[in-house]
Nanobody
């Protein structure tokens, strides 16, 4: 059974940084794309970033240049380094395991999801 467990969320002031982690069990991540999505209160879930099996990356326009997605296949873990955080980044952040090796910004292309980790950015 595949499980994804996010960690690293918390409360941070605007301009600060956080690093989210997503540890996987039950499947080796190295052959799959991984993604990060987020959902703010009252809003739909939105794409944040994705990394392919060969570490090609793709970002939402709203986070490009501020967030960095990476993976450590040896630890079966994916990361999201977030910098220059702003109040509009406040959301529950979810990691997801892709159905294939390739990047996708669409949630339908992801099989498994973590439980989410809260990120709150104060102004």
């Amino acid at each position: 059974q595949v499980q994804l467990v996010e960690s690293g969320g918390g409360l941070v002031q605007a301009g600060g940084s956080l690093r989210l982690s997503c540890a996987a069990s039950g499947r080796t991540l190295s052959s799959y794309a991984m993604g990060w999505f987020r959902q703010a209160p009252g809003k739909e879930r939105e794409f944040v970033a994705t990394i392919s099996w060969r570490e090609d990356t793709y970002y939402a326009r709203s986070v490009k240049g501020r967030f960095t997605i990476s993976r450590d296949n040896g630890k079966n873990t994916v990361y999201l380094q977030m910098s220059s955080l702003a109040p509009e980044d406040t959301a529950v952040y979810y990691c997801a395991l892709g159905r294939s090796r390739y990047n996708s910004w669409q949630s339908k292309d992801y099989d498994y999801w973590g439980q989410g980790t809260q990120v709150t950015v104060s102004s």
